[in-house]
C-alpha cells in the first residue's frame, strides 16, 4: 500500500509538471493577455527579463525530465548562468553558459527556448544535394557551445566553482573531487514538432530532418538534444 501511494504520488507530481511544461512549450496569453512564461516568472519570482531564466527554473525544479532523457547518471545538482572564463577588465566578451552540472565531472549545457530556429525557411540554392540550409542562429549557437567549452576547460583551474544553496549561502566546490576534463557540452534546443515533425510526410520535412541527424550523430564534442 504505502509503494503504491508513494508511485501515486510521483505520478500526480510529475502529471502536473508535463502540464506545466506544454504550458511553457506553447506560451499562450490567458485571459489578461499575459504570456504563461511570463505568468511562470511572477509565480516563482523570477526578476530577470529574459524568457530563458523561467526554462531554467523549471529545468532545475524537474531535472527527471532531463534525466530520462539523457545517458548521464548520479548528477548532483546543476546552477544556471555560469561566467565559464576570466574575462578582461572591462567585463566585455565574457561567456555565461546556461547550466552546469555538478557530477564527478562537469558538464555545460546550453539552452535555446522553443521559439528558436534551426533552419532556414526557404532552401538556400548553395544547399547541396540532399540536404537542408541551417540558419545562421544555429550556426552560431553551435559556435558559442564550443568557444564555452574551451574556455571552461581553459580557466576553471582559476575559477571558484560554487553552489548556490537554499539559505544564501555559496559554498565553494572542491575541484579535486569533482573535476573537469574534456568537458561534455549539450545544447538543448525547441520543440521538435514546429520544424520536424516525424509524422510529416513532406519531402521538405523529411530532408531537414535528415540533414539534422545527420549533423547530430557526426557531432563529436556537443551533444544536441531536442524537446
Known amino acids: 500500500e504505502i509503494e503504491t501511494l508513494s508511485n501515486n504520488i510521483v505520478y500526480n507530481k510529475r502529471k502536473q509538471s508535463l502540464e506545466i511544461f506544454e504550458k511553457l512549450l506553447k506560451n499562450e496569453e490567458n485571459e489578461s493577455w499575459v504570456q504563461f512564461i511570463t505568468e511562470y516568472k511572477t509565480i516563482n519570482n523570477l526578476i530577470k527579463q529574459w524568457e530563458e531564466i523561467a526554462w531554467h527554473h523549471?529545468?532545475?525544479?524537474?531535472?527527471?525530465?532531463?534525466?530520462?532523457?539523457?545517458?548521464l547518471k548520479f548528477i548532483e545538482d546543476f546552477e544556471s548562468e555560469w561566467n565559464v572564463w576570466i574575462t578582461n577588465t572591462a567585463w566585455t566578451w565574457s561567456p555565461n553558459v546556461d547550466i552546469i552540472w555538478i557530477s564527478d565531472y562537469t558538464i555545460l549545457v546550453e539552452l535555446k527556448t522553443a521559439n528558436k530556429k534551426?533552419?532556414?525557411?526557404?532552401?538556400?540554392?548553395?544547399?547541396?544535394a540532399q540536404t537542408w540550409s541551417f540558419s545562421n542562429d544555429f550556426i552560431d549557437w553551435i559556435s558559442q557551445c564550443l568557444a564555452q567549452k574551451t574556455e571552461w576547460d581553459k580557466n576553471h583551474k582559476q575559477i571558484d566553482l560554487i553552489k548556490k544553496s537554499s539559505d544564501w549561502e555559496n559554498k565553494i566546490l572542491d575541484q579535486n573531487k569533482i573535476r573537469t576534463l574534456d568537458s561534455e557540452c549539450i545544447f538543448i534546443i525547441w520543440n521538435w514538432n514546429e520544424e520536424i515533425s516525424k509524422e510529416s510526410t513532406n519531402p521538405d520535412v523529411i530532408l531537414k530532418r535528415d540533414t539534422f541527424q545527420r549533423y547530430r550523430m557526426n557531432s563529436k564534442n556537443i551533444t544536441i538534444i531536442t524537446f
Open 118 to 128: 534551426i533552419f532556414t525557411n526557404t532552401r538556400w540554392t548553395t544547399s547541396r
Open 58 to 71: 523549471f529545468l532545475k525544479d524537474n531535472q527527471w525530465i532531463l534525466w530520462l532523457n539523457l545517458n
